[in-house]
């Protein structure tokens, strides 16, 4: 699973296959990660063991300019959402998306083990 720099320390091409292995990861337990029958704990530990840790491992050893911290953010946020999905408002009762610090409350709280990118 190692990690792929350029002679100039560039880690695009990394987080770039990364992000591709880690889609093709989740679309791998895409059925786990969507059924009713698993609790949003469950999902997350699923998460966490198999999709972040295929997506994350070596990265605290990448040098990260904004942008690139940015993209692992994007996707650790898409995968939270696709698992927690969407939540009705209150006064509208439209479904609407989870913001970022939503995504993270839940998280936290979702997990005995709460941890996340950055």
């Known amino acids: 699973m190692g990690t792929t720099l350029t002679h100039q320390n560039y880690v695009q091409v990394e987080i770039k296959s990364r992000l591709k292995e880690g889609n093709a990861c989740y679309h791998s337990v895409q059925n ?6 698993l ?9 966490r063991t198999i999709i972040y840790m295929l997506f994350f491992y070596g ?3 990448w040098p990260l300019t904004l942008r690139e911290e940015r993209r692992l953010r994007v996707f650790e946020s898409r995968m939270l959402r696709r698992i927690f999905g969407l939540k009705r408002d209150e006064v509208t009762g439209e479904w609407i998306k989870l913001h970022n610090e939503e995504l993270n409350d ?3 709280t979702s997990s005995p083990h709460p941890a996340s990118f950055g």
Do not use: A
């Not at 609790?39 to 998460?47: A, G, L």
């Open 106 to 108: 839940l998280l936290m």
């Open 32 to 37: 786990l990660l969507s059924s009713r029958l």
């Open 39 to 47: 609790s949003k704990i469950t999902k997350i530990e699923i998460y």
């Open 59 to 61: 990265c605290e050893t």
